[in-house]
């Protein structure tokens, strides 16, 4: 059988994370862990990373791709209050900040294992008050 390599993100909330670590709903569909919304997939995490590339790209945002690094594993309900949570996260340090930004654009990697940040995934920095 062969590894189910699906990546999914919120219709109405912005998680985004492997179909493996995902809820379901009482009839069995997938379904974000956090807040159970509804979730749009793609075929890889490597086309959803292609999206958000080029969104960050046609939208000049240089801090686009290193926030969703951050927030993977996480569930926010608007752009807005992920952007919110995501500054207040690179406020707290700015060493850590600097760290964050740079593991994140410079190898964003989310094997099974492993945060961008070098923690658990899903990084122990999640709290239920980060969504």
């Given at each position: 059988?062969?590894?189910?390599?699906?990546?999914?993100?919120?219709?109405?909330?912005?998680?985004?994370?492997?179909?493996?670590?995902?809820?379901t709903?009482?009839?069995?569909?997938?379904?974000?862990?956090?807040?159970?919304?509804?979730?749009?997939?793609?075929?890889?995490?490597?086309?959803?990373?292609?999206?958000?590339?080029?969104?960050?790209?046609?939208?000049?945002?240089?801090?686009?791709?290193?926030?969703?690094?951050?927030?993977?594993?996480?569930?926010?309900?608007?752009?807005?209050s992920?952007?919110?949570?995501?500054?207040?996260?690179?406020?707290?340090?700015?060493?850590?900040?600097?760290?964050?930004?740079?593991?994140?654009?410079?190898?964003?990697?989310?094997?099974?294992?492993?945060?961008?940040?070098?923690q658990?995934?899903?990084?122990q920095?999640?709290?239920?008050?980060?969504?």
């Amino acid at each position: 059988m062969s590894e189910d390599t699906r990546y999914v993100y919120g219709v109405g909330c912005m998680f985004s994370g492997p179909i493996q670590r995902v809820g379901t709903t009482q009839s069995g569909l997938p379904c974000c862990p956090h807040c159970k919304g509804v979730l749009f997939e793609t075929d890889t995490e490597e086309k959803w990373w292609e999206m958000v590339r080029s969104y960050a790209q046609k939208t000049r945002d240089e801090s686009y791709e290193p926030m969703w690094c951050w927030a993977t594993g996480r569930c926010f309900a608007t752009l807005e209050s992920l952007r919110s949570a995501y500054a207040l996260h690179l406020e707290a340090s700015e060493q850590e900040a600097t760290e964050h930004y740079l593991s994140a654009s410079e190898s964003c990697s989310h094997d099974a294992a492993t945060c961008h940040c070098g923690q658990p995934w899903p990084c122990q920095e999640a709290t239920d008050d980060d969504a």
